[in-house]
């Protein structure tokens, strides 16, 4: 574990540098290396070490007190942690204060200046930059034009909406060209509808400036729809980092099984690396990572289906009753019972031409062997 360097290494060139304004680069790596902070007994970052691309969208994912609105703060500077290291690039700043750090920052709350105008809150970073007024007009009239807010500059804050004040937000965040933008949660406060339209918006202003971006949630669907990558985060310390297809479809812990989507878990026994499922082999990629004999086997509801025959050679299956079937607009969603007390649910895409079997009949349920994931409850990163 490092101690916190006595000195900062070379910082890079501020904001406010000629440089800054032409020709560097407006994205940079991040490297977090064995980060620890603790409050008393309670460890809110548990040796956390992650490595983020230039120019990547990362997601930092987990439920409430898991540690990750904690890592943002170390790398926005509001909080100093116990030990560790935090490069941007090749500098180490965890001695910078958050202003010497060349970043964005868009907060939950938008922390916008209800007394000033739209165009008033954009230029209000580069007035602190000592940036030129003609200059000043140019940037505000382009980061308008870029959250397509062109005609409100001179609205005041309390006459937007909510959708539009996140977009002054943004704005103002990555007006004066940071290298790196930080987000804290700044959909959360949206309505449903406005929030899954500005997950998109966010997605695009990202992709045009091309910024390492670092985005804070707890809506796993909010992180899978917007991430290069989604790093999990429970109890200070981080499960999985990968893209959101593979830790949907290869979740590494029973935690993040159990956090990103719907799952439900039927126990195993593992033997010398073979998987049965109630007395039954089970077919699996490879022999399951854990040792325990007793585990788990975790489903998800659209990667299963009702079979009208065998498996075939790429598939498990297992038998059942059918409870009932739920009309959902575009799927089905049909509810067995497996082996007595289990129960699960099978998604299916609606479609006029498909009847489902009636309540009380046996079923046989297929899944891919590549749809197989055997895990053990306690696994631990």
Do not use: C
């Amino acid at each position: 574990m490092h101690d916190i360097p006595k000195s900062p290494g070379p910082a890079s060139a501020g904001p406010d540098t000629a440089a800054a304004s032409s020709g560097r680069d407006k994205a940079l790596p991040i490297s977090v290396s064995s980060l620890v902070k603790s409050y008393g007994a309670f460890h809110a970052l548990d040796d956390v070490s992650i490595d983020i691309h230039s120019g990547e969208f990362m997601t930092l994912l987990g439920p409430s007190g898991s540690g990750k609105t904690t890592l943002l703060m170390v790398l926005a500077g509001f909080v100093r942690p116990d030990s560790g290291s935090v490069k941007f690039g090749d500098d180490e700043i965890l001695l910078l204060p958050p202003h010497k750090r060349d970043i964005g920052m868009v907060f939950q709350n938008y922390a916008l200046f209800p007394h000033m105008t739209v165009a008033e809150n954009l230029a209000y970073p580069l007035k602190l930059r000592s940036i030129g007024k003609a200059q000043i007009r140019e940037r505000v009239d382009r980061a308008l034009d870029l959250v397509q807010l062109t005609e409100l500059g001179d609205r005041g804050i309390d006459a937007l909406s909510g959708g539009q004040r996140q977009r002054v937000a943004l704005a103002r965040a990555v007006i004066f060209e940071p290298r790196i933008l930080l987000m804290d949660e700044p959909l959360s406060a949206l309505d449903k509808n406005l929030r899954e339209q500005m997950q998109f918006e966010v997605r695009a202003l990202h992709d045009r400036l091309g910024i390492t971006t670092v985005y804070v949630t707890h809506d796993q669907r909010e992180a899978l729809t917007m991430s290069d990558r989604i790093a999990v985060i429970n109890e200070g310390r981080i499960q999985q980092v990968d893209p959101p297809q593979r830790l949907y479809e290869r979740p590494e812990t029973f935690f993040v099984a159990s956090f990103i989507g719907e799952t439900h878990r039927l126990p195993v026994e593992v033997s010398n690396g073979a998987a049965s499922l109630f007395g039954h082999p089970i077919k699996t990629q490879s022999a399951p990572a854990s040792k325990r004999p007793n585990q788990t086997l975790i489903l998800r509801p659209e990667m299963l289906r009702i079979a009208e025959s065998g498996p075939a050679d790429n598939e498990n299956q297992m038998t059942g009753t059918l409870r009932q079937n739920v009309f959902q607009g575009d799927s089905f969603v049909s509810y067995i019972n497996i082996h007595g007390d289990h129960e699960i649910a099978v998604r299916s895409q609606h479609r006029s031409d498909y009847s489902l079997p009636e309540p009380g009949s046996e079923v046989r349920l297929s899944w891919l062997v590549q749809d197989t994931v055997i895990l053990a409850e306690d696994d631990t990163p």
